[in-house]
C-alpha cells in the first residue's frame, strides 16, 4: 500500500501558523490539477467497472443574474437568452449521449447547482427537468437538491421544482446587515430576500438551506450575530457558515481587498450559536437542525457520479472528468460556448480530468470522511484499500499530536478544534503530485 506520506515535509505545525484558511477541500483533487488527455478515454470503458446501482446525478447551469464580489464558480451574468438556449441544448444532447453510453441502473441522488438554476424561466426549469426524469432512472424518493438565489424565486418555479420531486432549496443570503453585503460586493434588497424565504418556506418542499459568510473586513460581532439571529428567525433546516476566501480574478480578488484576520473567531461565535439552538453539526461549514432528515444511499466517497453541463466534473473510482475551468468572465464564455458546439459523439469521451492512482484514492477517501464530524470508519478505510489508515498515513500522529483528531477502535475523528482548522489541514492532506499540478494550473 503506497504511503500516503510520499515526500511531504511541511509538518502540520507550521501549515497551521501559516494559514489558518489555506483553502477548501470539498472535492479531491482540485479541479486545478486537470489536464487534457493524451488520449480520450470512452465512456463506456471508463465506467464498465462502476457500480451504477448508486449514481449522483449533478447538473450545472452556468447562468447568474449578477457576479457577487467573492464568487469563483463557472458562472455567467446576465447571459444573452439565445446562450441560455443553446446551453440547454448542449446540455440535453449530452444528457442522451452519456446516459446511453453509461448505462446507469438507478440514481439515489440528484443536485442542480451553477451558477444559478432557477435563473432559468419557469418553462426552461421544467424541460430541464423533464429531461433529467426521461434520460436517468431515478429513484422516485431520491433526495433532490436545487441552488436558488432571492432574485430568481417566485412561487411558479419552485411549484415546478416540487411537482418534479425536489426535496432541498438552498439559497446563498451571505448577510442579513447593508454594510458587510457592500463588503462582499453583493447587492441585495431585504425585501426580497424576505419574500423569497417566505415563498420556500410556503412551497412543500422538504429542506430549505441557508448560506452565510463571515470574515468581510469591517465586520463586528454585533452585525455577524444579527445575522445568523435572522437567519435563525425562518427556521431553515440547515445552515452553512462560509468564510470568506478573497480569490484570483473575482471582483474582491481585483480590489487587492483581503479578508478579516477574525475569521476563526467569527466562526465559533456563530458554531455556538447554532448549537445552542438545537443544530448538529456536520462539517466545518454545515449545520442541520437536530430531527432533519436528509438521507441517501449514495457514498460520495465511493460511488460514483454524472456531472451534465458546462464545468460538471464527472467522478469514477479512477477518474475525475469535466470541461476546462476559469474564473474570469470572458474565459468562461468561451469555454461555454465550445460545450455549446461540440458534436453529439464528442460527449462520449473524457478528455479532461485527472487519473487517480490507489494513492489517490484513499488520499481523497481520507479528506472527504475526516472533515466531516464522524470522521473516518477505519474498517471500512482497511476494507477498500488494504491497510489501516494509521498504517498508511503517518500525518495521523501529528494530528493525535497536535490535538486537532482522536482515535478509537472504530473512528479517526477531528476535535472540535481540529474540525475548525479543517481549511489547512485538508490541504496539508493534498499529494506533492497534485499540489504541483495546482501551483502550474494558469488560472484564467
Known sequence: MPNLNGEMTTRLSDAIAGDHYAGYAYAYPHKTSYRLFDHPVDLPTAWSDEDKSRLFLYVHLPFCEMRCGFCNLFTASQPPSELVRQTLDAIETQSRVVSGRVEPQRVVQVAFGGGTPTYLTADELE?????????????????????????????????????????????????????????????????????????????????????????????????????????????????????????????????????????????????????????????????????????????????????????????????????????????IRKIIDKFNRRDPEDFALADYGVWLNAEEQSRRYLIRSLLQVDGLDRQAFASLFGADVCLVLPQVEQLLESGFAELTAERLMLTAEGLAHSDVIGPWLYSDAVLSRMEQFELQ
Request: charge should be neutral; include cysteine; hydrophobic fraction near 30%.
Open 127 to 331: 424541460r430541464l427537468l423533464v429531461m433529467m426524469r426521461c434520460d436517468w432512472p431515478i429513484e422516485s424518493e431520491a433526495p433532490f437538491s436545487v441552488e436558488v438565489s432571492p432574485a430568481t424565486v417566485d412561487a411558479t418555479k419552485l411549484t415546478i421544482l416540487r411537482d418534479h420531486g425536489v426535496r432541498r432549496i438552498s439559497m446563498g443570503v451571505q448577510s442579513f446587515v447593508s454594510r458587510d453585503l457592500n463588503q462582499l460586493g453583493r447587492p441585495q434588497d431585504h425585501q426580497t430576500v424576505e419574500h423569497s424565504i417566505e415563498l420556500i418556506r410556503q412551497s412543500g418542499i422538504d429542506l430549505f438551506n441557508l448560506d452565510l459568510i463571515y470574515g468581510n473586513q469591517g465586520q463586528t460581532e454585533s452585525d455577524w450575530f444579527a445575522t445568523v439571529r435572522k437567519a435563525l428567525q425562518y427556521d431553515p433546516g440547515e445552515l452553512f457558515l462560509y468564510p470568506l476566501y478573497v480569490r484570483k480574478l473575482t471582483g474582491l480578488g481585483k480590489t487587492g481587498r483581503s479578508p478579516a484576520e477574525n475569521r476563526r473567531h467569527m466562526y465559533r461565535l456563530g458554531r455556538e450559536l447554532l448549537l445552542d439552538a438545537g443544530y448538529r453539526q456536520i462539517s466545518m461549514r454545515m449545520f442541520r437542525k437536530s430531527g432533519t432528515d436528509y438521507g441517501t444511499q449514495h457514498c460520495c466517497q465511493e460511488d460514483g457520479m454524472i456531472g451534465l453541463g458546462p464545468g460538471a466534473r464527472s467522478y469514477t473510482r479512477e477518474l475525475h472528468y469535466s470541461s476546462e475551468y476559469a474564473v474570469s468572465g470572458s474565459s
